[in-house]
């Protein structure tokens, strides 16, 4: 009989990719709720061509040097920073990703977000459960009007365009910054290209959306948050290291900016001290793609993934396609 190539799984994923993969492969899911040490990983995924990790795995240089038969790695997620996709390449190992399956959900969120912070929900909600609203006053937590302002997206890909799509229900003006011109898509959003100092200087909303990179790490930066204008308001949904979540919490502590809603934080899980004890701020565990559908979406394409890297196909999702030339990979 002929073996099955082993691959490690270090989750146990929502349906349908689980199955997926023990029809093709013999999978080992490891248990542990809190992410896998590299030695968990290792004594897991030594022997395996394929591995599926979550956006919180670290698999740096090190790692991969621990992984030697390893040939594909597919990630449960969009965003590959945590991954070290160059030494992959070099190593001959394929890198996946799960692109558009969760664009409408994180942009969805972005939106609950910037609602929130706008019309102060988190401070509202803990007042009723405080008990302490004493009834209607016209001056009680007023919050900003969306109507007029203007929502400026840093970064303009998928999720950046499904945020802006839903601003002109809420009929506000889009601006946005992007390292390159999109003008049909800037133009089937009304959405203007702006420098980053003009966004930052005239949005009432900025909502981050580019992936995490060396030129992204602290875009938004203690002098960047000095740009924003006081009642301006800081959404992000995209990942945390591009904030200084430290000058965060000074700016917001100091009223350098209005409010902020974080979906993502520098140091994931852990929060920057002194930001769960400001009001002006609203606060979620990463949720931008927790949709059944969408977690389901994101399942399906990364165990399919896998299975094309280590059956000699070419992955449809294949964040580093280099490696496939000279046939590096997939051996
Ligand atoms: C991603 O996919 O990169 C998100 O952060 C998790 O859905």
């Given at each position: 009989m002929k073996t099955r190539t082993p691959v490690f799984v270090t989750y146990p994923i929502p349906d349908p990719g689980l199955p997926t993969l023990r029809s093709a492969f013999k999978v080992t899911v490891f248990r542990g709720r809190a992410a896998p040490t590299a030695d968990e990983i290792v004594a897991g995924a030594e022997a395996c061509p394929g591995m599926l990790v979550l956006v919180r795995d670290r698999v740096d240089a090190a790692l991969l040097a621990r992984l030697p038969a390893l040939r594909a790695i597919a990630n449960y997620g969009v965003g590959v920073d945590n991954i070290d996709v160059a030494e992959a390449t070099r190593r001959g190992v394929m890198v996946t990703n799960t692109p558009d399956v969760l664009t409408e959900a994180t942009a969805d969120l972005t939106w609950a977000l910037l609602l929130a912070v706008a019309r102060r929900v988190g401070e509202g909600e803990r007042m009723m459960r405080a008990g302490a609203f004493t009834g209607w006053t016209p001056d009680m937590l007023r919050g900003a009007d969306l109507q007029g302002s203007t929502l400026g997206l840093v970064g303009f890909g998928r999720i950046a365009r499904a945020v802006a799509r839903r601003a002109a229900g809420f009929r506000m003006r889009v601006i946005h910054h992007a390292r390159s011109e999109h003008p049909e898509a800037a133009a089937a959003v009304e959405s203007r290209p702006v420098s980053l100092d003009q966004l930052l200087g005239e949005?009432?909303?900025?909502?981050?959306?580019?992936?995490l990179t060396p030129a992204t790490t602290h875009l938004i930066d203690a002098a960047a948050l000095r740009q924003m204008k006081p009642t301006a308001h800081l959404i992000n949904t995209a990942r945390g290291?591009?904030?200084d979540e430290a000058a965060l919490v000074a700016a917001l502590r100091d009223g350098l900016i209005g409010g902020a809603g974080l979906d993502v934080y520098e140091r994931e899980p852990a929060m920057?001290?002194?930001?769960?004890?400001?009001?002006?701020?609203?606060?979620?565990?990463h949720l931008g793609s927790a949709t059944v559908g969408t977690r389901a979406a994101m399942s399906r394409m990364a165990a399919g993934n896998l299975v094309m890297a280590l059956s000699g196909q070419r992955p449809t999702h294949l964040v580093n396609p280099e490696v496939l030339v000279g046939g590096a990979a997939g051996g």
């Open positions: 949005a009432d909303f900025v909502s981050l959306h580019v992936p290291a591009v904030v920057a001290d002194g930001l769960a004890e400001l009001e002006n701020v609203v606060l979620l565990p």
